[in-house]
């Protein structure tokens, strides 16, 4: 009797030492057949369903803006993989926009050398941090934001069943989003049924695969389709939104005009394209590296002479991409609207 | 399951098979340390809004004046062994007054010096969401280059020569190249050892004179820098001379 009491009292003290909130649902994160190891491992913030789900209402509450109207899901649309469908750059407070084009949410864990096209957020967690209290996005300081989620009725409970008591502070709320965002996992696209051989590749795919391989992957390397690296591809520069890239974070002139190589998983679905988002079409985009590329000081060495290819190889192409869609994940009501 | 857990499980189970009615020692060993800085502007004691000058005869009021200290260490006496103090980060504000002084446990012994950070280090600066005086509501946290602001001043002066004549210090960078952090060691003076006592608190008092960020190592006029809000040479130049900001006040056991 003693024993088992022990037992059950000690299981309750591991959940304390790990942190976890008594009664919690721990989640799988399941890494993908080929995928490396993530960058972001959930260390201090094991996640839970109780923790997703509040995640989950935070990323779609408008009370993270500073008036009601910009919650995280209303640049990051799930029908787009979670980028801004259609729009170069997104909405914010006031009739304003954002400087660059909001990238899909998938397969966040793994992104290394820094969040966003400059690298400039260094850890999941702290990424809300930047939109929350942009002024041209959501507008709003974290200590008001924190004081909205403890007015209202719906949360107190939510972050005790994920926390393990009612207090509500920017760490849980943060730690929550990230769990939810970080479980966003793209790995189901007919690209990777191919992989696995349970689909092939119609002939016009599988040339366009062959030429994504021959003319695309340094940058856009599988299984990710992103390198992680920050790179000038020849965009002349926009004298309107001057935006510098790397260069703002870390301060070298080597690193003027680069931008972090975006991963090309849904990339069917996630335009338009480019850092400011001014390509509104994937041809669009062939057609810049084959014609357009400018020879700048800090532009790729890769992409420099430009990169040429048929016209049929483009099509070919262009329809290889799109088997990068992962409609399962788009789909999945899991990472919808809460009722 | 972590090996900590099982080694719980088994030391719990252990424990609640033995006997209970031994009585737990009150007596821990340790004895508590108050670390109190005094903000000043040379040698007057900080008051926001008051004007000062600076070596350069420039005028500042300060608005905000804020600083992390962390990682907190004693020497030991006689034996010149380090001692760490249980894991800190503290945010001094000039406008909190609370803020000022905070306790310390450690093993009674005697003492001969205080190091500590000035800022927060690079580990934590990569951790993701913190808590305490490292939540992002203290003000201290940039979010579009993710790290801490290590010092903080905020104010005005006639030299300023953008809007509202503000002085702007937001001195921030923790990688390698841009680090504003600074290892600040406090000897005590020759002979002047302390020695902690059962039940008492020993007293350290720091000095930190916020006019000292202005010269020292590099000339930083406001007239010429009125503004410094990312990582850099210029931050780094006014951590060079901010090392500079502390010195010892008087350490005893009363």
């Given at each position: 009797?003693?024993?088992?009491?022990?037992?059950?009292?000690?299981?309750?003290?591991?959940?304390?030492?790990?942190?976890?909130?008594?009664?919690?649902?721990?989640?799988?994160?399941?890494?993908p057949?080929g995928f490396p190891?993530?960058?972001?491992?959930?260390?201090?913030?094991?996640?839970?369903?109780?923790?997703?789900?509040?995640?989950?209402?935070?990323?779609?509450?408008?009370?993270?803006?500073?008036?009601?109207?910009?919650?995280?899901?209303?640049?990051?649309?799930?029908?787009?993989a979670?980028?801004?469908?259609?729009?170069?750059?997104?909405?914010?407070?006031?009739?304003?926009?954002?400087?660059?084009?909001?990238p899909g949410?998938f397969n966040m864990?793994w992104v290394t050398?820094?969040?966003?096209?400059?690298?400039?957020?260094?850890?999941?967690?702290?990424?809300?941090?930047?939109?929350?209290?942009?002024?041209?996005?959501?507008?709003?300081?974290?200590?008001?934001?924190?004081?909205?989620?403890?007015?209202?009725?719906?949360?107190?409970?939510?972050?005790?069943?994920?926390?393990?008591?009612?207090?509500?502070?920017?760490?849980?709320?943060?730690?929550?989003?990230?769990?939810?965002?970080?479980?966003?996992i793209s790995a189901d696209s007919k690209y990777d049924?191919?992989k696995?051989?349970?689909?092939?590749?119609?002939?016009?795919?599988?040339?366009g695969y062959?030429?994504f391989q021959?003319k695309c992957a340094v940058c856009h390397a599988e299984p990710l389709f992103t390198d992680n690296s920050?790179?000038?591809?020849?965009?002349?520069?926009?004298?309107?939104?001057?935006?510098?890239?790397?260069?703002?974070?870390?301060?070298?002139?080597?690193?003027?005009?680069?931008?972090k190589v975006p991963s090309l998983r849904n990339v069917n679905i996630t335009?338009?394209y480019?850092?400011?988002?001014?390509?509104?079409?994937i041809?669009?985009v062939?057609?810049?590296?084959?014609?357009?590329?400018?020879?700048?000081?800090?532009?790729?060495?890769?992409?420099?002479?430009?990169?040429?290819?048929?016209?049929?190889?483009?099509?070919?192409l262009?329809?290889f991409l799109r088997t990068l869609t992962d409609?399962?994940f788009?789909?999945?009501?899991?990472?919808?609207?809460?009722? | 399951?972590?090996?900590?857990?099982?080694?719980?499980?088994?030391?719990?189970?252990?424990?609640?098979?033995?006997?209970?009615?031994?009585?737990?020692?009150?007596?821990?060993?340790?004895?508590?340390?108050?670390?109190?800085?005094?903000?000043?502007?040379?040698?007057?004691?900080?008051?926001?809004?008051?004007?000062?000058?600076?070596?350069?005869?420039?005028?500042?009021?300060?608005?905000?004046?804020?600083?992390?200290?962390?990682?907190?260490?004693?020497?030991?006496?006689?034996?010149?062994?380090?001692?760490?103090?249980?894991?800190?980060?503290?945010?001094?504000?000039?406008?909190?007054?609370?803020?000022?002084?905070?306790?310390?446990?450690?093993?009674?012994?005697?003492?001969?010096?205080?190091?500590?950070?000035?800022?927060?280090?690079?580990?934590?600066?990569?951790?993701?969401?913190?808590?305490?005086?490292?939540?992002?509501?203290?003000?201290?946290?940039?979010?579009?280059?993710?790290?801490?602001?290590?010092?903080?001043?905020?104010?005005?002066?006639?030299?300023?020569?953008?809007?509202?004549?503000?002085?702007?210090?937001?001195?921030?960078?923790?990688?390698?190249?841009?680090?504003?952090?600074?290892?600040?060691?406090?000897?005590?003076?020759?002979?002047?050892?302390?020695?902690?006592?059962?039940?008492?608190?020993?007293?350290?008092?720091?000095?930190?004179?916020?006019?000292?960020?202005?010269?020292?190592?590099?000339?930083?006029?406001?007239?010429?820098?009125?503004?410094?809000?990312?990582?850099?040479?210029?931050?780094?130049?006014?951590?060079?001379?901010?090392?500079?900001?502390?010195?010892?006040?008087?350490?005893?056991?009363?």
């Amino acid at each position: 009797m003693i024993t088992i009491t022990g037992i059950v009292l000690v299981s309750e003290a591991c959940r304390k030492h790990e942190g976890l909130a008594p009664g919690s649902d721990v989640l799988q994160f399941t890494i993908p057949a080929g995928f490396p190891e993530p960058a972001y491992n959930f260390q201090n913030n094991t996640p839970t369903q109780q923790g997703f789900d509040l995640g989950r209402k935070l990323f779609y509450d408008g009370q993270l803006s500073v008036d009601g109207n910009f919650p995280c899901a209303s640049c990051h649309q799930q029908f787009a993989a979670f980028s801004t469908f259609d729009h170069p750059r997104s909405h914010g407070f006031n009739n304003q926009f954002t400087l660059r084009n909001a990238p899909g949410l998938f397969n966040m864990a793994w992104v290394t050398q820094g969040l966003h096209w400059d690298g400039g957020v260094n850890n999941l967690e702290v990424q809300p941090l930047a939109p929350l209290t942009a002024p041209n996005e959501m507008a709003e300081t974290v200590e008001n934001v924190v004081n909205k989620l403890k007015a209202d009725p719906a949360y107190p409970g939510m972050f005790k069943a994920a926390f393990g008591d009612e207090t509500i502070n920017s760490q849980r709320m943060l730690k929550a989003i990230a769990q939810f965002v970080g479980m966003m996992i793209s790995a189901d696209s007919k690209y990777d049924r191919v992989k696995k051989g349970q689909e092939q590749f119609s002939p016009e795919e599988q040339g366009g695969y062959a030429t994504f391989q021959a003319k695309c992957a340094v940058c856009h390397a599988e299984p990710l389709f992103t390198d992680n690296s920050f790179r000038n591809t020849g965009l002349p520069i926009n004298e309107y939104l001057n935006d510098f890239g790397r260069m703002r974070i870390t301060n070298k002139p080597e690193d003027s005009l680069k931008f972090k190589v975006p991963s090309l998983r849904n990339v069917n679905i996630t335009g338009p394209y480019g850092h400011d988002g001014r390509f509104y079409s994937i041809g669009a985009v062939i057609d810049h590296y084959r014609f357009s590329v400018v020879d700048g000081p800090t532009t790729d060495p890769i992409v420099k002479n430009g990169i040429s290819m048929s016209d049929d190889e483009k099509d070919n192409l262009i329809l290889f991409l799109r088997t990068l869609t992962d409609t399962t994940f788009v789909n999945n009501t899991r990472f919808s609207q809460p009722e | 399951m972590k090996t900590g857990c099982y080694l719980l499980m088994i030391c719990s189970v252990l424990v609640l098979s033995a006997s209970c009615s031994k009585d737990k020692s009150d007596e821990s060993g340790n004895a508590s340390i108050r670390v109190t800085f005094v903000n000043l502007a040379g040698h007057d004691t900080m008051q926001l809004g008051s004007i000062y000058h600076n070596t350069f005869g420039e005028d500042l009021s300060f608005q905000k004046f804020k600083y992390y200290i962390s990682n907190i260490r004693f020497t030991e006496y006689p034996s010149g062994r380090t001692i760490n103090a249980p894991e800190t980060y503290h945010l001094v504000d000039q406008a909190d007054p609370s803020t000022y002084s905070f306790l310390l446990q450690i093993p009674i012994t005697s003492l001969s010096g205080i190091t500590y950070l000035l800022g927060v280090d690079s580990t934590r600066n990569v951790s993701g969401a913190q808590t305490g005086d490292l939540d992002p509501t203290r003000d201290m946290f940039w979010t579009w280059n993710s790290g801490y602001i290590m010092a903080k001043i905020e104010g005005n002066s006639t030299f300023s020569s953008v809007a509202d004549q503000a002085v702007t210090l937001h001195i921030g960078g923790f990688r390698t190249g841009e680090d504003v952090t600074r290892n600040i060691s406090l000897p005590f003076p020759s002979g002047s050892n302390v020695r902690m006592e059962d039940g008492k608190t020993t007293q350290i008092f720091i000095n930190a004179d916020a006019l000292t960020w202005f010269s020292g190592a590099h000339d930083l006029k406001i007239a010429e820098h009125p503004t410094c809000t990312t990582p850099g040479i210029l931050a780094t130049n006014y951590a060079d001379n901010y090392t500079r900001m502390f010195t010892l006040g008087s350490v005893y056991t009363p």
